[in-house]
T-cell receptor, first 115, second 111 residues
Framework: EAQVTQNPRYLITVTGKKLTVTCSQN?????MSWYRQDPGLGLRQIYY???????DKGDVPEGYKVSRKEKRNFPLILESPSPNQTSLYFC??????????????FGPGTRLTVL | GENVEQHPSTLSVQEGDSAVIKCTYS??????FPWYKQELGKGPQLIID?????GEKKDQRIAVTLNKTAKHFSLHITETQPEDSAVYFC??????????FGTGTRLLVSP
């Protein structure tokens, strides 16, 4: 089944404890992206990647890191999480590097709480 | 950069009624306008999109209209059903890598 998977789905952690949220797609998509969803703010892009070893900042990259060593994986790293990073996170992928004008396929989301 | 405003934030309708969600965008160069539906506990899913060379697009009970002069576009759902209950997001882009989303509309369809 073609899909985007994220792990974990739920995570409660404490301030400063490094964490990684994994994202994997099995559709051989070139484009991958991370969003955070907050009430009243919609979906905001954190980072995106147009291909292996190519990443770039979105609208809200502060406090986050990403890597794209393989085409299928795009982990989101929080080196020192803070409470303002409590949010619902979505990974997405798209077949075309010009993903802005192509369908994006979203994962099921990761709900992160930072205490 | 692009800014997308979406209204209303919540919308309650009776089953069988129509629902309309409106979005405005700021960048006149934007040329692609998708709509995503997010069901509870799931990620957003594309339901319909429109490009700037088209004024209206329909797919069964859903339709999207685009007014480039006024820089706004709308989602129309006719004969609403309980399974239409979800959060709907509009988005806009000029064609570069970033897609800018609206703040979402929570649609509740009551039986």
């Amino acid at each position: 089944e073609a899909q985007v998977t994220q792990n974990p789905r739920y995570l409660i952690t404490v301030t400063g404890k490094k964490l990684t949220v994994t994202c994997s797609q099995n559709m051989n998509h070139e484009y991958m992206s991370w969003y955070r969803q907050d009430p009243g703010l919609g979906l905001r892009q954190i980072y995106y990647s147009m291909n292996v070893e190519v990443t770039d900042k979105g609208d809200v990259p502060e406090g986050y890191k990403v890597s794209r060593k393989e085409k299928r994986n795009f982990p989101l790293i929080l080196e020192s999480p803070s409470p303002n990073q409590t949010s619902l996170y979505f990974c997405a992928s798209s077949p075309n590097r010009l993903a802005s004008t192509d369908t994006q396929y979203f994962g099921p989301g990761t709900r992160l709480t930072v205490l | 950069g692009e800014n997308v405003e979406q209204h209303p934030s919540t919308l309650s309708v009776q089953e069988g009624d129509s629902a309309v969600i409106k979005c405005t965008y700021s960048d006149s160069a934007s040329n692609y306008f998708p709509w995503y539906k997010q069901e509870l506990g799931k990620g957003p899913q594309l339901i319909i999109d429109i490009r700037s060379n088209v004024g209206e697009k329909k797919d069964q009970r859903i339709a999207v209209t685009l007014n480039k002069t006024a820089k706004h576009f709308s989602l129309h759902i006719t004969e609403t059903q309980p399974e239409d209950s979800a959060v709907y997001f509009c988005a806009a882009t000029t064609g570069f890598q970033k897609l800018v989303f609206g703040t979402g509309t929570r649609l509740l369809v009551s039986p």
